[in-house]
């Protein structure tokens, strides 16, 4: 039937996005591992270090979160080339299905990236200073944290998305001398929102989770994220054109 070759379609979909940003996902992983493993042998033949488990870990720590920042960027890129790209728009699915087949892909690479990189710390930590996991009244915090910072950057890869398709959509209308003038404008706009967001992100993370309501908290982020995409798969299914 339609319906059974529409999901199979958007899964296929979904599977393909999902290859071909893994292999960027793993290649940000290994470089970040040669990178730590280059400059723990630069530093231990400088005469400063001993090599040790805790050493590496100081070492592929930075890199972890410079991998992390070019990785969430790089996933982001990609996600909004699929939005113009013949190939993937003309799959027989509705753009909700391409929608969600999208976001799943970039959140999947991304979080495969965190726990692969997750583990190798740990294992390192374990290696260096034995088991010792937070005490049971920090827990709470931490996965609140996790969760928050979880929804933020599905929050932002969202929010490109919009800006990306409201940028495309204006754009269609103006001449080609009023382009330039607003896209500035749009950029000055994201960049006022994303250093409002960025400034209650950070106040949230340390707050103390007894001092708001965790739930409410969570209940605004989903919100805000489902209305962001429903506007999203409405401008792709109305303006938004393939390149």
Not at 61 to 78: N, Q, T
Request: net charge positive; hydrophobic share 55%; charged share 10%.
């Amino acid at each position: 039937s339609d319906v059974c070759s529409s999901d199979l379609n958007t899964w296929t979909m979904a599977k393909v996005l999902t290859r071909q940003r893994f292999k960027t996902a793993l290649n940000t992983f290994i470089v970040t591992i040669v990178a730590a493993i280059i400059t723990a042998i630069l530093v231990y033949f400088g005469g400063d270090s001993q090599l040790s488990a805790q050493f590496f870990f100081s070492m592929l720590s930075p890199y972890v979160l410079f991998g992390s920042i070019y990785l969430f960027i790089r996933l982001a890129i990609k996600q909004e080339h699929t939005w113009v790209n013949n190939y993937y728009r003309a799959v027989p699915t509705t753009n909700l299905k391409l929608y969600v087949a999208n976001l799943f892909s970039t959140v999947a690479n991304f979080a495969f990236y965190c726990i692969i990189e997750g583990l190798v710390l740990g294992g390192l930590e374990l290696s260096g200073r034995g088991m010792h996991l937070p005490t049971a009244s920090a827990w709470p915090d931490i996965i609140e944290g996790v969760i928050i910072i979880a929804l933020t950057c599905l929050f932002i890869w969202a929010f490109v998305s919009l800006v990306h398709m409201l940028s495309v959509t204006i754009m269609a209308f103006l001449p080609e001398t009023r382009i330039r003038i607003v896209q500035w404008g749009i950029y000055l706009v994201v960049i006022v929102i994303a250093s409002y967001l960025f400034n209650q992100l950070q106040r949230l993370l340390f707050m103390p989770l007894h001092t708001y309501n965790f739930g409410a908290v969570i209940a605004v982020f989903l919100i805000i994220f489902t209305l962001i995409s429903a506007i999203n798969v409405y401008l792709l299914e109305k303006w938004v054109e393939t390149k």
